[in-house]
């Protein structure tokens, strides 16, 4: 069981990984968000998972599933706000960009 | 079996360092926000691993504390400030 | 404390150093409140590693959350007020 945990936080990490190298490597502030808030997300969930089956303890899984979707939740807020914005403030496309 | 925990933490920390360097670097404001969201997310899990590392079960609701922290400061800078995007944007596609 | 912990430690350490000199040494309001910001999340996880929950909670939320929300704000008032008398 410990050893299926452990497994399940390295995965996770490693997608916490892909999602700084896709902030950090991505040419264009959309490929970051979309980068970041996918993968951030996903590792997040699996070292919930990991350390639920670590504990083993119903009352902490429920808690940090809950965790888990307070933070989706969040970031999903974040991206929509973040993309919104900066898709209304793009510079030159303004003209013909108007039907969006 | 908790040293393996405490290389799951050097990692998340690493990972936040190299967060930090889009936070000095980024050419726009948006880059730095997301990054603040980097922050938040990675440190919701790398409290988490603490919080079931040093056996400390109070250090779940400082996670639940961040989580909400990120979003309060994102909404704060979208609604506040606004997203300026500057022509540097296009130069740094290039890089 | 195994030399794992001690990196740990280390980490964060020299971070908030850095970040400590960066912000006060850097022009935009903007970024600089970015870098406070950041400077709140690591300093409650510096209060993590010393094992205090509860300032850590405080930090969190009132250091980084709230007072950033507000030094947004007045950067914000601060640059209108310059804007209006520069032109």
């Known amino acids: 069981m410990n050893v299926i945990a452990l497994v399940l936080c390295f995965v996770g990490a490693l997608f916490f990984f892909a999602g700084t190298v896709g ?21 997040l969930g699996m070292i919930a998972a990991g350390l639920a ?7 902490v899984a429920g808690k940090l599933g809950l965790i888990w979707l307070v933070t989706m939740l969040g970031g999903t807020t974040n991206c929509y706000l973040l993309a919104h914005a900066l898709f209304a403030a793009r510079p030159n496309r303004a003209p013909d960009g108007e039907s969006v | 079996m908790g040293n393996v925990y405490v290389i799951l933490e050097l990692f998340l920390v690493l990972n936040l360092l190299l967060g930090l360097v889009r936070v000095v670097r980024g050419p ?19 409290l988490l691993v603490m919080a079931h590392r040093m056996e400390m079960p109070s250090l779940r609701n400082v996670a639940l504390v961040f989580s909400l922290l990120a979003t309060l400061a994102i909404v704060a800078f979208t609604r506040l400030v606004g997203v300026t995007v500057p022509p540097a944007t296009e130069a740094e596609g290039r890089s | 404390m195994t030399p794992m912990a001690w990196a740990l430690d280390g980490a964060i350490m020299i971070v908030m150093i850095v970040l400590a000199v960066r912000l006060l040494l850097v022009r935009d309001l903007y970024r600089a409140v970015i870098l406070f910001v950041v400077f709140g999340l690591f300093m409650a996880l510096a209060w993590v590693r010393l094992e205090a929950p509860d300032i850590a909670l405080a930090e969190a939320a009132v250091g980084a959350g709230i007072t950033g929300v507000l030094l947004l704000d007045a950067a914000k008032k601060m640059s209108r007020g310059r804007g209006e008398e520069e032109p």
């Open chain 2, 28 to 46: 726009t404001t948006a880059d730095r926000i997301l990054a603040i969201q980097l922050f938040g997310t990675t440190g919701v899990a790398l």
């Open chain 1, 23 to 43: 902030l950090l490597r991505f040419p264009d502030t959309f490929c970051r968000l979309h980068a970041l808030t996918k993968a951030d997300n996903l590792g």
């Open chain 1, 53 to 59: 089956l670590a504990s083993g303890s119903w009352l």
